[in-house]
């Protein structure tokens, strides 16, 4: 990355850029790879009407509905396909977080957010909407392409199973799926 453009908050493009300030040399903001970093903060249109969160949610769950059955009309076919938690393996990106106050004064924390970490199945899965990438492979998580977006509509820990909402039939690409906190109830 080597730009960011801030929607007109004042905050955060400031505490962006006492966070990447110039350096002594040259004067150029650089980020964690020691590339120019542009910081800006764009102004917000006369025209822009906040949204609630009500209704921000509701927009995304009409958009993931689109992604799986198409428009009003139901045109695309969905499939849904039942695998074991031996088949595929869940992660997440940033596993670990520990929380300011809880390390020493004037101490940060070493953890790398971008760590990889490898999910276990269990109900906690139920309604993520997660990728399924084109590896099977922890390693090649971070530089591997998205295939699909899956929707995990249920877990069955005693049967160790999970049944997932791909949006086209045939045989998975990958059986690595990257999960985060995003979630919807499917309305079929």
Same mark, same amino acid.
């Given at each position: 990355?080597? @730009?960011? !453009? ?11 850029? *006492? ?21 800006? =903060?764009? +102004? ?8 609630? %969160? ?6 995304? *769950? &009409?958009?993931?509905?689109? !992604?799986? !059955? ?33 390390? %020493? @004064?004037?101490?940060? *924390? *070493?953890?790398? %957010?971008?760590?990889? $970490?490898? +999910?276990?199945?269990?109900? =906690?899965?139920?309604? =993520?909407?997660? @990728? ?14 998205? @295939? #699909? /977006? ?7 820990? #005693?049967? =160790?199973? $999970?049944?997932? &909402?791909?949006?086209?039939?045939? %045989?998975?690409?990958?059986?690595? /799926? ?11």
């Amino acid at each position: 990355i080597n @730009a960011e !453009y801030m929607g007109d908050d004042e905050r955060l493009t400031a505490r962006l850029s *006492s966070t990447f300030r110039p350096t002594a040399v040259g004067g150029v903001a650089t980020n964690s790879n020691n590339t120019p970093l542009h910081i800006e =903060k764009v +102004v917000k249109s006369g025209g822009v009407v906040p949204r609630s %969160p009500a209704v921000r949610s509701h927009e995304l *769950s &009409l958009a993931w509905k689109e !992604y799986f !059955y198409g428009l009003r009309s139901h045109t695309l076919r969905p499939h849904r396909a039942v695998v074991s938690f031996d088949s595929v393996t869940f992660a997440r990106v940033g596993g670990v977080a520990v929380a300011p106050h809880l390390l %020493p @004064a004037g101490a940060s *924390s *070493s953890i790398d %957010p971008c760590q990889l $970490v490898e +999910v276990t199945p269990s109900e =906690k899965l139920l309604h =993520k909407v997660g @990728a399924l990438l084109h590896t099977s492979t922890l390693e090649d998580v971070l530089t591997t392409n998205v @295939a #699909a /977006i899956v929707h995990i509509q249920e877990v069955d820990v #005693a049967s =160790k199973q $999970v049944t997932l &909402l791909l949006p086209s039939p045939g %045989p998975m690409p990958g059986t690595m /799926i990257l999960v985060g906190d995003l979630q919807w109830l499917d309305g079929g």
